[in-house]
């Protein structure tokens, strides 16, 4: 996206999908411990492009096996969208998981 979805000017994160970041590259992870109860996330993600990939969110309450909560691939749409749900009490890790399409055209932001 050419702007961050709160004011229009401030930052992102993204996975950039230009050479040699495909086809089908990944995993990136943003990954955070957390040290109290979250109980809901709530974020914005961009993924516009014919060829996008997918993304991801991820729990754990042992920090070896990884449960997945929420996810999407494919065009998305040239806007912001937003993502919303609860997860549980006892977790103590999150991740973004994101892996680009099959070429250029699926840079994945949140």
Not at 21 to 48: A, K, Q, R
Not at 63 to 72: A, D, L, Q, T, V
């Amino acid at each position: 996206p050419s702007y961050d979805h709160t004011t229009g000017s401030g930052f992102y994160f993204y996975v950039e999908a230009s050479l040699p970041n495909y086809p089908s590259i990944g995993p990136y992870i943003l990954e955070n411990d957390l040290s109290t109860n979250v109980g809901v996330v709530s974020f914005y993600y961009h993924m516009y492009g014919g060829t996008m990939g997918s993304l991801q969110f991820d729990w754990t309450s042992d920090g070896i096996n990884w449960n997945n909560i929420w996810s999407k691939s494919g065009d998305q749409g040239d806007s912001w969208q937003q993502a919303s749900f609860t997860i549980g009490q006892y977790v103590d890790n999150v991740r973004f998981y994101a892996t680009t399409g099959s070429n250029y055209e699926s840079d994945i932001a949140i």
